[in-house]
């Protein structure tokens, strides 16, 4: 059974964090960055004039998986949905936790790339469904924007890493639109 799932989150995932090893991917991180960029301008503008980039503000949590900042159950409910999801759901989630109101205003407040850092290992009360009811809606805005070939969303929806040879890598999931899973994302 751990061979199975295993097998099946490398063969899902491994393309998401592949591209800047041994450091972080370069690739989710820079589409990541144009995706807070294109939802939340200030938040980004204010990241941005605190010199502190996607290495600092996304690559913790996705490193930790979101462990460092959600409750136990929070966390749980949280990955059922990452892992049901195609490997893009991830920004995503990521994406909601850094626009929701605690979290935000917190980032807002900071001056320095260590004042974001610290906000970043700091564990925050948001809530797993608001969490995924959040991520679900910027996805369906961003599959939009890829509809109307809009957007820096079009990077974060296909490319998912860095081939051997530097070229990108796209999702086999393409423009695929998902349902929500039951109970969260309507709305």
């Excluded at 295993?6 to 964090?17: C, F, I, P, R, V």
């Excluded at 592949?18 to 991917?25: H, T």
């Excluded at 936790?97 to 906000?119: D, K, Q």
Aim: glycine fraction near 8%; charge should be neutral.
């Amino acid at each position: 059974c751990f061979e199975a799932v295993a097998s099946l989150l490398m063969n899902q995932y491994a393309g998401l964090m592949r591209g800047g090893f041994p450091g972080p991917p370069r690739s989710p991180l820079r589409a990541i960055d144009d995706l807070l960029a294109a939802n939340d301008t200030p938040l980004w503008a204010s990241l941005s004039s605190a010199a502190a980039g996607p290495v600092v503000y996304a690559w913790p949590l996705l490193r930790s998986a979101f462990s460092e900042v959600l409750a136990r159950d929070e966390w749980l409910m949280v990955q059922d949905h990452v892992v049901a999801n195609d490997p893009s759901f991830v920004t995503f989630v990521l994406l909601a936790w850094l626009t929701s109101a605690e979290v935000r205003a917190e980032l807002l407040r900071c001056n320095f790339a260590e004042e974001v850092a610290a906000v970043m290992r700091r564990s925050s009360r948001v809530r797993a469904n608001d969490l995924c009811r959040k991520a679900y809606q910027l996805r369906r805005k961003a599959f939009a924007d890829v509809r109307t070939e809009g957007g820096p969303s079009f990077a974060a929806l296909h490319v998912v890493g860095v081939g051997v040879n530097g070229e990108m890598v796209e999702s086999p999931y393409g423009r695929c639109v998902y349902a929500p899973l039951v109970g969260v994302g309507q709305g």
